[in-house]
């Protein structure tokens, strides 16, 4: 082919093209070069018309690229003189536009290059980065070997890492040493290709803390790509719940023990507590029935909270008196002077099906009655300041007693109320656990067998639907027939005839693979769906069973199964007919098997 040819060529190519040559100063380095050539392409991309530019230098054509970021002169001198070649990212602020050039050498002095305009891939680029770098959720991409390649800005923002700690290093890294058997199983997944969704481990932030986080992850080729949530306030609310609800299921004969915080919520409470208090004006604490404070104390006066309590005997009177006034009573409130400072109190039992869970307090008034005399000297006794303890008593509000009884009278009618609500709170969650539990059972029922515990017909079919794909296969089908089944229900009894099948299940789950899919078709007939296995492997698998079931008996029989199977490698099979010919294969083994069974038994 003549230059005339490859001149057309270039002609008409849509990538630009310019070939020039270098300028040097007196000191041999470069600083400019000159256009000696370019093609239509180059034009429409730079909007530099051939015939204004050739033999002119660049920095005459473009006299700001001399302030560009980017070392163009310096760049491609160096190409120019010492030779090779290079491709490249770039972008130009003199021409306002990203390239993707191809530069070389021809000969020494001169260099060609090759422009592709890159701007719309860039800014669409750009876009999506933007979008990358604004979302709240965790983006990342992984190659196959477990590497981050990409993350985006929530990974610091949550995790506190930033990219360039992220990037190239192994996630498993990161992974709580409890979730890396799980992990490497969702790895193993996508390095065959299957997406992940909703998998959920704990990542270790910088800090050290673990966050729960989930994915949702899909593989295309040789990376993975991610996006995930940090659900770690999720998971404890989950983990709350969890715990609420095992508390208010324990037995009747239990609810001494529930915990009054799992059947009232406690913000609630003290919200109640605090304006029962400020309507009031007597001092009001929820305790267990030992004593123990469940609330924060609303109204306290500074004699009890500030002196009293202070002292460990004084603390000590306190929550005795709390027990013995917050006590159980049908017959109305508890009132009487506290068994610590003196002053008014009175207690109404909070309660759960007619078990006694909380005590709800209230008092600290005092009445013309009680003198500072004999609060000096029971400041003294527990080892209280006397002068400040007097001080304080003084600032104790003054009651009557006939006030303080009608207010007790309000208390005992508000924890009456409460103990009810208490109590359907506690029925109701147990209303709910038990619909769960029947729920969990009807739906585990619906796809497995009754006796044996295996998958049932419905589910092996609705599974072998999902499993024959392209990506599953060589998808191998394994049928089990027990033999003597009807020769045991007729002489030995049904109930043997069971203990046979439920062996039979065992000895087969033992044996089958994890991901296999084991079920009982009915009657006397088993089936294994194997994915991506060979016939091979299945002749292994039989034997094993094989040799178990030799040495199990039923009623001094042996236990024994004639299996069949089938493979199904092309795509373009009918799994049905796999189906069938895995039968045909069991028939012929049974017809055998079980003659030589009934030779046995004579």
Known sequence: MND????????????????????????????????????????KMTGLIGADIIGKRITRVLPEIVNDTFDWIGFYGN???????????????????????????????????????????????????????LSLDFLCIADMDGHFVKVNKAW??????????????????????????????VMNR????????????????????????????????????????????????????EKRMLELTRPSEDVGVIDFSELIDLETMQKLQDEFSDATGVASLITLTDGTPITRPSNFTRLCHDI???????????????????????????????????????????TVGGKHVANWLIGQ?????????????????????????????????????QRFEKIAKLLYTIANQLSNLAFQNLLQARFINEKRRIETEMLYLSYHDYLTGLYNRRYYEQELVNLDKKENLPLTLLLGDVNG??????????????????????????????????????????????????????????????????????????????FGYETKRKETEDIEEIFKQAEDDMYRHKQYESAAMRARQK
């Open 308 to 350: 009293i309590r202070e002292t460990v005997r004084g603390c000590e009177n306190c929550q005795n008196s709390d027990t013995v006034i917050g006590a159980y009573s049908t017959d109305g409130p508890i009132i009487k002077s506290c068994l610590s400072g003196g002053l008014w109190d009175a207690g109404a039992a909070i």
């Open 4 to 43: 005339n040819f490859y001149r057309s060529v270039v002609e008409h190519s849509p990538v630009g093209y310019a070939f020039h040559k270098i300028v040097c100063d007196e000191t041999g380095n470069p600083c400019d070069y000159e256009f000696i050539e370019v093609n239509p392409a180059f034009e």
């Open 190 to 241: 996508l390095n065959e290709q299957n997406p992940v969704v909703n998998f959920t481990n704990r990542y270790r932030a910088k800090d050290g803390s673990y966050h729960w986080i989930e994915w949702n992850s899909r593989p295309r080729g040789k990376l993975v790509y991610a996006a995930a949530r940090d659900i770690t306030n999720r998971k404890r609310l989950e983990q709350q719940l």
């Open 485 to 562: 089944l009807k020769i045991i229900n007729d002489t030995l009894g049904h109930l043997m005839g069971d203990e046979l099948l439920i062996k039979t299940a065992r000895i087969i789950s033992q044996v089958c693979r994890k991901d296999d899919i084991v079920a009982r078709l009915g009657g006397d007939e088993f089936i294994v769906i194997l994915p991506k296995t060979e016939s091979q492997v299945i002749e292994v698998i039989i034997q094993k069973i094989k040799k178990l079931a030799a040495a199990e008996k039923v009623g001094g029989l042996d236990v024994s199964i004639s």
């Open 79 to 133: 190409i120019a003189l010492n030779g090779g070649e290079k491709e490249f990212e770039q972008f130009t602020a003199a021409l306002n536009i990203w390239c993707r050039v191809t530069v070389y050498a021809p000969e020494k002095g001169f260099f060609a290059t090759h422009f592709v305009d890159i701007s719309k891939e860039k800014t669409q680029l750009e876009e999506l980065n933007n979008f990358f770098e």
């Open 156 to 185: 610091e923002e949550v995790l506190g890492y930033t990219n360039e700690e992220l990037t190239r290093t192994k996630y498993l890294d990161f992974v709580h040493p409890d979730d890396v058997p799980g992990t490497r199983e």
């Open 365 to 401: 008034v005092r009445d013309e009655n009680l003198k500072e005399e004999q609060l000096a000297a029971y400041a003294r006794e527990i080892g209280a300041d006397e002068t400040e303890a007097v001080l304080a008593f003084q600032e104790v509000p003054q009651m009557s007693l």
